[in-house]
């Protein structure tokens, strides 16, 4: 079985629905960010405080060599800013959770915008999410509105998955 692969930004729900897909049974749930943070023994902000985003980008870009090597059945949620420096079309078929900003904000309380050190500043993150728009829509083959309930929406991306083109 082809690995489905989730983008989209901080906070648009990739860890939640595809925990819901691993749910539904055949499949693991694999969180880059979580691999990266188990591997290194430090939490994505320790990284970026260590060896700065373009350490972490090495280590993500290691990763994605890694995982499009070893591994198949699964469901892999990517941090937001693995397919705007990597080709993810490697790992498998890739869906973009496409939310809008003010949903994103009103989903991440101050906790969670914590460990994400490109949160910090809202009008940077709001400038970064204008950006990014157009590459996550370049490497997705499917959109997946946001709105609907995440066992909803992991129902919707594996009946996608089972669709087969006669
Ligand atoms: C990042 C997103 C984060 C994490 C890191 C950088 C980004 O993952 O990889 O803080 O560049 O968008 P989530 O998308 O899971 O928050």
Redesign the pocket.
């Known amino acids: 079985m082809e690995n489905i692969v989730l983008i ?5 729900g ?2 939640t629905i595809g925990r819901e897909i691993a749910l539904l049974g055949g499949r693991f749930l694999l ?3 979580g691999l ?1 943070e188990q591997n290194m023994g430090k939490s ?2 320790e990284i ?1 405080a260590s060896v700065g ?1 373009k350490g ?1 980008r090495k280590i ?1 870009s290691q990763l994605i060599l890694w995982l499009s090597a070893n591994v198949k059945n699964a469901v892999i ?6 397919p ?1 420096y990597n080709d993810v079309h490697y790992l498998g078929k890739v869906f973009w959770l496409d939310v809008g900003f003010e949903s994103i904000i009103k989903r991440l309380d101050s906790i ?1 915008k914590k ?5 910090e500043d809202m009008t940077k993150a709001q400038s ?1 999410f204008n950006e ?1 728009k157009p590459i996550y829509e370049k490497q997705a083959q499917y959109v997946i509105g946001g709105s609907a309930k995440p066992t909803e929406i992991a129902k919707k991306i594996v009946s996608l998955m089972n669709e087969r083109v006669i």
């Open positions: 989209g930004f901080m906070g648009s990739k860890t969180d880059t960010d990266i994505v902000r970026f985003e972490f993500e949620a990517t941090g937001g800013g693995m705007i969670e460990k994400r050190p490109l949160f970064l990014r």
